[in-house]
């Protein structure tokens, strides 16, 4: 099926956000007729989310958008457990004060794509109705519904037996655990679907059954793909690390540049998944100039989640780099004191420190392959010292690994 009465599954099909339905005339005719209650779960196993959620943050956009109620699910409950999902290994345990201190993080980008006045759309989380369990009656009441045999047959446990690594009771916990997350907020709240990545889908089908068995109406599931780049690199990985959508946790002048530097091959497909533009001018700019497109799409990304202003002085901040070859001071930039810099800073160091290199070795790498300059002068030396003799006269030492990454050193 491809042409959908609703507006919602209308717009994620046309973007290329729907990977697998359960059942696609029967969800689509009750979006065409009624609002819809949906979720998606999210995982506190860090302080904030990074690009690789993205899509299901702006599925719940879309959502909301449509006329129709997002619920942004924490698992403060889940997240003391593990998901198996297509992990090597189980997830090291989290107590609840790193679990409550993690959720606290990822709430600040939501309030960017959802709106939660007036209960136009809900932020949850499942410790609400988990913690307060009875374990036996939970055993008795929810835990005979499920068959080991069909959970052993889900590729995510698969995957795991198949290289003889452990799959914990815990873990094993997991399944039951976010099919009653459905069959509950199904009760409290009147959600009818879940969605998730492709990977979750076992978890969301079992949640349906589990639904069916307890009494509930008819409940539904639609996953994204898991998306890749087009040379196949995982979305939310760069060089450096996770790029996380937290401020505190990546400058918005690096999330504009991981846009910025965006295949080819994905700039349309990007425009269509992480921007609310519409189809016909996504069209446009992907038929123009390429790298014009890119400088699009990074602005509308970041705007989106780090506001505006934010997007635009990112921009800006990269024209006066790459484009005037001008210093511009709202670089990324580390503070040394004065007493370091009197002394000191091995350029390796300097390198860790801007966030140019996850490491020395990493840093000595890019020395030894005549990657890096220092105030625009390629230099060879791993072991060259930086002081007060390398600011530049606005007070600060410029450092560039390659054509695209520069950062600051600032002295305070």
Sequence with gaps: MTEFKSEFLRTLHERGFIHQLSDETGLDELFATETVTAYIGFDPTASSLHVGSLIQIMMLHWLEKTGHRAVALMGGGTGMVGDPSFKDEARKLMGTETIQ??????????????????????????????????YLEFLRDV???????????FDS????????????????????????????LNK??????????????????????????????????????????????????????????NPDMLSAYDFWQYWRNTEDADVERFLKLYTTLPLDEVARIAQGDINEAKKRLATEVTAMIRGRAAAEEAAETARATFE???????LPTAEVTHAELTEGIGVLNALVKAGLAASNGEARRHVQSGAVRINDAVIDDEKLSLGENALLPEGVIKLSVGKKRHALIKPI
Excluded: C
């Design 188 to 245: 409290r709240y009147g959600v009818r679907l879940q969605m998730g990545g492709s990977d979750q889908w076992g978890n969301i089908v079992n949640g349906i059954d589990l639904g069916h068995r307890m009494g509930t109406p008819q409940l539904y599931a639609l996953t994204s793909p898991l998306l890749t780049t087009a040379s196949g690199q995982k979305m939310g990985k760069s060089m450096n690390g996770a790029i996380w959508l």
């Design 324 to 330: 005037t070859g001008k210093l511009d001071l709202s």
């Design 101 to 134: 201190a993690n959720i606290e993080g990822i709430k600040q980008v939501f309030a960017n794509y959802l709106d939660f006045s007036d209960g136009k759309s809900l932020m949850l989380n499942n410790a609400e109705w988990l913690l307060p369990l009875n």
């Design 143 to 153: 835990g005979q519904h499920f068959s080991v045999n069909r959970m052993l047959s």
């Design 157 to 184: 446990v698969k995957q795991r037996l198949d290289r003889e690594q452990s799959l914990s009771f815990l873990e094993f916990n997991y399944m039951i655990l976010q099919a009653y997350d459905f069959v509950e």
